[in-house]
């Protein structure tokens, strides 16, 4: 077991806290104020493949208040949400209402952190990732990796949403399920859970207000004092044009693909994402001078997998991380090859 999972976890949250939150937020749907017969019967005739084509393809024009519940193992956070468009780019903020003061304001690829001490981290990302205007994979990507199914009507926040799941063709991830607004095509409720039904993650409206437009003052930081400039260049975390160490994976489960590297990660380390569509996990390689904390750990939906190769008299540290299971998470490790 790995002692310091709970420290290396925190840090992969803060260092990327906007990514699971702003994947959920962006999966909503445009408002429409009245409904014609046509809108009616596209919904009835609607499959679990049409429910979620129509909920993505509308996704990025959403003007919509709200607060919503994260849930994830034991743990769970309310967060205020503001979402829209603002001159053809996606706008939002998010303001965590639990423990210490979080913001995420995100003026289209521009994302900038808040932290409690008011210290202001200018994320920049490309479209690629849960960032970009497409948080959830294309129909055609997923449905390599994925059946869909419906669930059936639910009501939730007082709206009755309809239910589809997408369950994995392998084992190699979990099982994905939303309900989704009938009138409005947002995703009231999303949930991961495994294969044998235990939920591992849940983001649940207990607050949503569809408008028809938001102003700009809407998206203003609620921090105190904070003001957001654009960041220098060298500055902003963004992607990296290669790695440090070269290496491969010789054993990637079906559906997911290189989102390329990103983020900041230590000297002489190399990081990857990986995304299927709807979850992804990360791959860490670095030179390290000891071996320490290696195995296995999970909190809540996320899995940490660590090991040690020996390459060209140098010890590196193999570490896979993200919400998929812990058999995948180790053979992908395992999978891992210094070049």
Known sequence: MISSFGSVVKALKTMCMVVTLTAFSQAHAEVTQQEDTSSNDLRQSLTAEGWYQTMRER???AHYQGIFVHQAGNESQTVEIVHGTHQDAIWERLLHLDGPVREVIRQGDAVYCIYPDRSVEQIQQKDSTPFGSNSLGQLNQLQTAYGF?????????GRLAMGIQLVPRDKARHVYQMWIDQQTFVPLRTEL??????????YQFAYFSPVET?????????????ELAEAPQDEVLKSTPEDVIEWRLNWLPVGFADQGA?????KLSARRIYSDGIVMFSVFVEAVDEIKDQGFARVGPTVLSVMHKDWQDQTHRITVVGEIPAATAKRIAESVELL
């Open 59 to 61: 996704a990025p024009e």
């Open 149 to 157: 199914r419906m669930l059936g009507q639910e009501r939730i926040v």
């Open 193 to 202: 859970m495994t294969l044998k039904g235990e939920i591992l993650e849940r």
């Open 214 to 226: 938001l102003s700009v003052d809407a998206f203003a930081p609620k921090t105190p004092g904070v």
């Open 262 to 266: 990103k983020g900041y990660a230590p």
